[in-house]
């Protein structure tokens, strides 16, 4: 059972337009969200994380929206740049303390055309 | 800066062949993790650790097992390469009490 879903496996941009990447996760025990991006050949890296006590996160260019009763979030990056091509990874967990795990969605391949 | 090392990108190894990843990591996680990436199927877990000498079974564990005798390393091993263990290998890590977590470079496992 997927429990992060991330039904879009590609998105293609045109460079300086906002690109939009979407995730629903069903597990309602969830409370913290996190987006990673991984080049080939290279390890995912943090870009950006949501509580669930919050409904928008921004980071620069980045931003991450919170619709816990749709159970769905998405990742702006406005503008996008041919650099932000990758694939990106939606990612959720629930509680706090010492010991847990993330699950993962099956990710998103972005590309951004110049 | 921080660091979670994988000590090979690529490696190919021959069917039957008994195979050990290894990831050390400099941050003095208690945590670590071995994922796997394929095409369509995103990260899978295959084991964790939370402390030394603790393990516990990801999604996928069948088909290896894992080591954590000190904090710093964690390693996997494929007790008998299949070709469908085929795939790109990613170890994390992650401090207690932290929401994310820092993956290393990954290692790209070809069975033949």
């Known amino acids: 059972d997927q429990q992060v879903k991330q039904n879009s496996p590609s998105l293609s941009v045109q460079e300086g337009r906002i690109s939009i990447l979407n995730c629903d996760y069903t597990?309602?025990?969830?409370?913290?969200f996190l987006w990673y991006k991984k080049y080939p050949a290279e390890g995912p890296t943090f870009l950006i994380s949501i509580s669930s006590i919050k409904d928008k996160n921004e980071d620069g260019r980045f931003t991450v929206f919170l619709n816990k009763s749709a159970k769905h979030l998405s990742l702006h990056i406005v503008p996008s740049q041919p650099g932000d091509s990758a694939v990106y990874f939606c990612a959720a967990t629930k509680g706090g303390g010492s010991n847990y795990k993330l699950t993962f969605g099956k990710g998103t391949l972005l590309t951004v055309n110049p | 800066d921080v660091k979670v090392t994988q000590s090979s990108r690529y490696l190919v190894k021959r069917t039957g062949e008994k195979v050990f990843l290894e990831c050390v990591q400099d941050?003095?996680?208690?945590?670590m993790f071995w994922y796997r990436q394929d095409p369509g199927l995103g990260l899978r877990l295959i084991y964790f650790?939370?402390?030394?000498?603790?393990?516990e079974k990801g999604d996928i564990p069948e088909g290896y097992s894992v080591s954590r005798e000190k904090k710093e390393r964690f390693s996997l091993i494929l007790e008998s390469a299949s070709t469908n263990q085929t795939s790109m290998y990613l170890c994390?890590?992650?401090?207690?009490?932290?929401?994310?977590?820092?993956f290393g470079s990954g290692t790209r496992l070809t069975v033949v």
């Open positions: 941050m003095d996680h208690e945590n």
């Open positions: 994390a890590s992650r401090a207690a009490g932290n929401y994310g977590y820092t």
């Open positions: 650790s939370y402390d030394v000498k603790m393990k």
């Open positions: 597990n309602s025990m969830f409370d913290y």
